[in-house]
């Protein structure tokens, strides 16, 4: 399967890793002698699943690289637009492709193994999309200090993951499809409601909604098929946004870089 590093995002004055960035994209920001992305692209380049990886929101630079094939994409303006031009890239350098995992340049303490193990677990599903998340107790057991935001179902609580499967389909249709009616939503508490159905919101406020039904009403409302992928591994979720996040991962791979020596 192809990967799409998005890697659009700059921190703006006044956000929380602005005084860490200081105008650079975040996906440059230095942890442990690399830039971010590097130790994402050191996963990729590492999983006996990913053959050609498409870096979304980056200029072509010598100080990141992959050993699989790489092709760069500049910012495209924003998320939705970022999706897009990289789905339309790996449905050009791979005909075959009917899927491509979307993975954020922020979660630098993934590996191979667990990309391997997010793309094993769908393999030959054909659903539209499947979307990583974590239980609290995996997030909480692996990093207890990192303060995720959960979402509390009738039957397990889940924050989101940061490596998800997309089919190329959904995101290249002529009319702009899903893509279109996400980015309508972004800013809209009510028109997110009505976008997941407002039976599902009600549901969830009462603590009565299950995930299974989440994913059915959620398919039925967004017209895809597609369902949540529970991931053991809590790197996965483990994003970037705060100082406390930059403090935790790095001392992470800190440990990492003296088990090596």
Not at 226 to 255: F, N, S, W
Request: with cysteine; glycine share 6%.
């Amino acid at each position: 399967m192809d990967a799409i590093v998005l890697a659009g995002g700059t921190p703006q004055p006044g956000e929380p890793l602005y005084a860490y960035t200081k105008g650079m994209p975040k996906a440059l920001l230095e942890i442990c002698g690399k830039p971010m992305i590097q130790w994402v692209l050191d996963a990729l380049s590492n999983s006996a699943s990913v053959d050609n990886v498409v870096i979304v929101g980056l200029p072509q630079d010598n100080r990141i690289h992959c050993s699989k094939k790489a092709y760069f994409i500049p910012n495209q303006g924003g998320l939705t637009e970022n999706l897009h031009a990289g789905a339309k890239k790996v449905a050009e350098i791979n005909r075959q492709a009917t899927h491509a995992l979307f993975v954020s340049s922020d979660i630098p303490a993934i590996t191979g193994e667990m990309v391997d193990w997010i793309i094993n677990a769908t393999h030959g599903e054909k659903s539209d999309m499947f979307y990583n998340v974590i239980s609290r107790d995996v997030m909480e057991k692996r990093f207890p200090h990192a303060r995720r935001t959960y979402i509390r179902f009738k039957d397990i609580e889940l924050c989101g993951g940061d490596l998800h499967i997309f089919s190329l389909r959904i995101l290249l249709e002529e009319d702009k499809g899903l893509r279109k009616k996400l980015a309508d939503a972004r800013k809209s508490p009510i028109k997110q409601a009505a976008l997941i159905g407002f039976d599902t919101v009600f549901l969830y406020l009462i603590r009565q909604l299950t995930l299974k039904r989440a994913e059915r009403n959620i398919s039925k409302h967004l017209k895809v098929t597609g369902r949540a992928v529970i991931c053991p591994y809590a790197e996965a979720g483990m994003d970037i946004d705060k100082p406390c996040h930059l403090k935790i991962v790095t001392a992470e791979l800190q440990k990492r870089l003296e088990i090596l020596k």
